[in-house]
């Protein structure tokens, strides 16, 4: 039994090669190409790979689908999408600008004990204890708003 199967799965392991015949391809003297398993005598043929062409088709492949048309409903999402978007950058953009002139007011306040400030029109100089309030608070404000 086992020999049956054995003997039976090598004839069909084996039969696409058996099956294959010998492919010529000519051109005649009209320059038609011509295919057969014998050529004609006197015209020079070349022997074909059957087993490894590629399958020609007559047709191309398919195109790619269109989209669908965009009705007006996406056109208002994506206007507010992109105002949405543009509001955000905008946050972002004053953030970061802020936080920079925090950082520098910052490096002022620390490296300058003698800071001062216009108030009402006049010009005074902060006190010690004024100075490092305006530290700490910017500190504060540095850690809490810019990461």
Not at 80 to 94: C, L, P, T
Request: one cysteine or more; charged letters at 30%.
């Amino acid at each position: 039994m086992r020999r049956t199967i054995f003997m039976g799965s090598l004839l069909l392991a084996l039969a696409p090669t058996v099956m294959a015949a010998q492919v010529y391809k000519w051109v005649d003297a009209q320059g038609i190409t011509h295919f057969g398993a014998q050529p004609p005598e006197g015209v020079e043929a070349s022997n074909v790979n059957t087993n490894t062409a590629q399958p020609k088709t007559k047709f191309p492949p398919p195109a790619a689908p269109k989209p669908a048309p965009v009705s007006s409903t996406d056109d208002k999402q994506k206007a507010v999408d992109e105002k949405v978007k543009q509001e955000v950058a905008q946050q972002e953009a004053d953030r970061a600008q802020r936080c920079t002139q925090l950082r520098e007011n910052l490096a002022q306040l620390k490296n300058n004990p003698r800071v001062r400030v216009e108030e009402n029109g006049q010009v005074r100089r902060i006190t010690e204890e004024e100075r490092q309030e305006r530290i700490a608070k910017s500190e504060k404000d540095i850690q809490e708003n810019c990461n």
